[in-house]
């Protein structure tokens, strides 16, 4: 793919990676993704803000090979898949200043092995000037490592923000504006996979940005958002919106009684109107999961007893969950034992971090009985009760 022009003098670069299918070993793509450069030439200097996936190095080389001069390279974050291409960028103009913040300096020497001394420290709020064009540092950690900063151009209203915004698609639509229901599904995926656990921290960018005018936003994944307020208001949605009247159960079933109790369950919150959505995590869709985390007021782990603990398949389930910190309200375990275990509150613990009101959990040593029913059917009254109040405090 070559260069494509933005606007005059500043131009998209990077690299479409239409086939992979993993981020991280962990984050299912079934988009693919991109990895955006941009280039910006100022009437006295030009800037490259981020680079490209080491893999695709090649591409942003060729798309670089006409720029013959390169005065400042803005490391906006640290991770391989923007930095990694930098030592060959550096090969090619050796004497290029780079700029970072403050805590991406030793990172860049970590991760790179470029020496700090050949690093410059832009401070918040600091800018750089490209002649008539003027580039300012603003200061967003954890989004999505500590050291990550955007980089606005004010005469144009352009905002860089590397992964945040971002959407793992690849697409040759280069603006959202091309197809904006695809675009907010693959950005509330990504935002519910990587960003969701900084949710606080986006709540306070977010406000930091609204003393910007903004007209473009420029993610380093995905389309570029030609209508800012598309993603600005999506992503104030997904971080201030109480959560909705929906039950996730991620389960799995060895033998049939989990599956039993969660099939009762579920004719139970449909008698009483709660939404449900089900995962069986054999099979469940990483990504899907965790997009309806960002809106689920409750979660049930149904797991069978291996050992003493959950199914290997609940634990991932709830350590992912605690993880990924969701807003979510209300949990509670349900499942089987074979003649003793621990299920309920090793799932409990592995959530670590998800602040939500515990219901009791229920279990049955092997088949369901009456009783297991009567208690999954006191469990979906809670539930029931909790979610009208929720509803009733909106
Ligand atoms: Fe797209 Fe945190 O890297």
Redesign the pocket.
Known sequence: MKARPICPGIEWMGAIDWDRRL?DELIPLPDGTS?NAYLVRGSEKTALIDTADPEMSQTLLDQLASVETLDILVIQ?V????SGSVPLVLEKYPDVLIVSSAKAKPMIADHLGIPEERITVVEDGETLSLGDRTLEFIYAPWV??PE?MLTYLREEKILFT??LF?SHLATNDLFSSADQPRVCEAAKRYYAE?MMPFAGQIRSHLKKLSNYEIDVICP??GPIHDDSSFILDAYAHWVNDPPKNLVLIPHTTMHGSTAMMVNHLITALTDRNVHVEMFDMTRADLGSYAIRLVDAATVVFATPTVLVGPHPNIVFASYLTGALRPKLRHAAVIGSFGWAGKAAEKTKELCGAVQAEWFNPVFTKGMPKAETYEALDALADAIAERHRELEASE
């Open positions: 981020f990895y974050h991770e391989q898949d923007h999505h490592w990550t590397c992964d971002g990587i380093s994944h």
